[in-house]
C-alpha cells in the first residue's frame, strides 16, 4: 500500500514537474516572452548594468552587438568603454540610444564602387569604421571576444550569423567596410534592399563598420545573432537598436522598438566633453588610481601570429612609473581566461605570416611605401584571420594618472627594408601617416586618453625587424613619464623565433606559445564580418532552441529525486539497507 502512494506520488511530480518544465520551455516561464535579460559581465570584467536603465551615448567606444552566452542561452548585450580608464560596462541594447553627430557626415565618391553606398556627391550621416575623436563622436563596433574562445567551443562551426531584419527611419541604412589599397567598400547589410540580410560573425572577433544614413531621424534597426551550439542545438537573440542621427535630441528618443520605459528606469547621457577629459586631480598632486603590480605580465616568451593585440598598451605601474606593455586579448573569454594577458615587448615577437604578403597598387597615394607592383607584408587596419591584428589603446590610463594623454614615438628601425604605420579613409585611401620610417626619425603621434585604434602596419622586405619606440606623458603633478621599448618582429617566411632579443632563450620550437602551438592564455586567429549573400533570417524574440530543453533536464532531475526518496522510505520501512537506486 505504502509502495503504491509512493509511486502515486512519483507519477504525479513527474507529471507536474513535467508541465512546468514545458511551460518553461515554450517561453512560459515567470518572465514574459518579451522580456529582455538582465545583462551579466562575462568572466566577471567589468559591471552589468540591469536592463531597463536607459542610456545615450553620444561619444566614445562601444561595442553595440556583443553576444553572450549562459545558462540562459544566447543574448545580446552591448559593451560600453566609452568612460577612459574606467571599467567597461555591459548594458542591453534595447537600453541605448546612439548619437551620431550631425558633423559626422561623408560625401560618396564619384567611383562605380561605391555606387551601392551611395550616389556621387550624396552625404551620408556616418558611425566611421575607423576611430575619429571619440571626445565628440561615437565608434562603435561589435565583438564576439566573449564566446567560443580557442579550446573552448561552445558553438559549432566558425561564426554567428548575423541579421538585419527591418530598419524603420526616415532614410536608409547600410553597414559595410573599407578596403585597403583604394580596393573599394564591401557592403555587410544594406537596409536600401530586400531584408533579412544575413552576413557571418565570425568567432572570438572584435570589430568595427561604417554605419551609413541617407536622412537625419530616427532610426530603429532589428538585428538577429544566431547559431548552433557544440550539440546543435540552434539558439538566437534579437534586439532593436536605437539611433538618432543628426540634427535630433537623442534624450527625447525612447530606446527599443520605441515604446515607454517602465517608470523605475533611469536615462544617463554621456556628455560630449566627459570621455577623454574627466575632471583630473590639480596639478602638483599625486594620482590616487593605484598602479599595476610588476608581478602581472606573463613570464613565457611568446610568438603571436594571428588575433587581436593591442601592441602598445602603456599603463602606470604601482611605482607611479609609465610602463609600456602588450595587451594580448588573443586568448580572451577562454577557459579560466576572464581578461586578456599582459606581456612584456622584450619577451613577445610578432609574426607577419607569409600571408600577409600584398603588392602595391599602381597609385600615387601609396607611393611612400614604394614602386608599383612590389611586394609588401601588411598587418591590415581591417582584420585578417589568418594575421596577427596589431593596435594600439590608451584604455588603461585615467584621467587622474595622465590626463593629457600620450605621445608615442618612432626612434628607431632596425630591420632588411622600411616600417610605415597608416590608417585608411573611408574610400580606401590614406587618413593619417602615423610613422614613416623612410623619412627621418624619430617621429611623434599623439594619442589621446580612451583610444583603441587599429594601422596598417606595411613592411617593405621580409626579415628580423626590431622598433624602438617611447612613449610619453605628464603625471598631475607635472612630472614627465616616460618609457621606451624595443619590439620584435618576424616578417614573411622566417623563423620567428630569429627575433627574441639576446639573452631570451624560447626553447625549442613545442615550448614557444604560438597560434598553431597553444601555450597559457595563447588563443587563436579571429576576422571581421565578410560580406556574405543576403539570405533569410528568422525573426525571434530573445532564444529560440531546438533539441533538449533546459526544463527537460530539471523535470528529470527533480523525478529523480522524488523517485529516490520514495524508494530510500520503502527500503528503510522493510527494514532493509544498503544505496537505493539512483543516489
Sequence with gaps: MRAQKCFASVVAGVLSVSVLAGALALGG????????PDPIAPGGVGEAVPA???????????????????????????KDSSMAGKPVKWRDPEDLVLHVQPQTTFT????????????PGQKLWTIRQQETDLAANVWAGWSTEAINPPGDQQFAGDHLDWSL???????TAALWMNATFNAGPRMLLNGAKPLPQTTPMTMFTH??????????????????????????????????????????????????EGATPPTSSSTTTVPSSSSTAPTSSAPGTASTVPGVPEDDLEPEAIVLDSGHVDALAPRIASD??????????????????????????????????????????????????????????????TQDPAIVWAGWSTEALSPEQAPPGVEWSLAKVAGPGSVAVFQNDAVG??????????????????????THAHANWAFSAAGIYHLTFTVTSTAPSGETLRDTKVYNFAVGDVDPRAAFPSGTTPGPSSSVST????????????????GGAPGPAAETQALARTGAQPGAFVALGLATVIAGTCLLVLARRSGRTGTPQGS
Design 108 to 119: 560618396v565618391p564619384d567611383r562605380a564602387d561605391f555606387a551601392e553606398i551611395g550616389a
Design 165 to 171: 531584419d527591418a530598419v524603420d527611419g526616415p532614410g
Design 29 to 36: 516561464g515567470p518572465a514574459s516572452a518579451a522580456s529582455r
Design 515 to 530: 597560434s598553431t602551438a597553444p601555450v597559457g592564455k595563447r588563443g587563436g586567429p579571429e576576422d571581421p564580418a565578410a
Design 207 to 256: 570589430s568595427h563598420v561604417n554605419w551609413t544614413f541617407s536622412a537625419q531621424g530616427v532610426y530603429r534597426m532589428k538585428f538577429t545573432v544566431a547559431g548552433k551550439l557544440a550539440d546543435s542545438t540552434a539558439v538566437s537573440d534579437t534586439v532593436t537598436l536605437a539611433l538618432a542621427v543628426g540634427e535630433v535630441d537623442p534624450s527625447s528618443v525612447e530606446p527599443g
Design 52 to 78: 531597463g536603465s536607459k542610456f545615450v551615448l553620444e561619444h566614445g567606444h562601444i561595442d553595440v552587438l556583443a553576444p553572450v552566452l549562459d545558462g540562459r542561452g544566447l543574448h545580446v548585450e552591448s
Design 429 to 450: 585611401g590614406i587618413s593619417s601617416k602615423v610613422f614613416d620610417s623612410r623619412q627621418a626619425l624619430p617621429q611623434s603621434s599623439q594619442v589621446g586618453l580612451g
Design 320 to 381: 607611479g612609473r609609465l610602463r609600456v606593455d602588450i595587451k594580448d586579448s588573443t586568448g580572451l573569454g577562454g577557459a579560466g581566461v576572464p581578461e586578456p594577458a599582459w606581456r612584456s615587448p622584450d619577451r613577445t615577437v610578432f609574426h607577419v605570416v607569409p600571408a600577409a604578403k600584398q603588392t602595391l597598387p599602381d597609385d600615387p597615394v601609396f607611393g611612400f611605401l614604394g614602386e608599383p607592383g612590389a611586394p609588401v607584408w601588411l598587418i591590415p587596419q
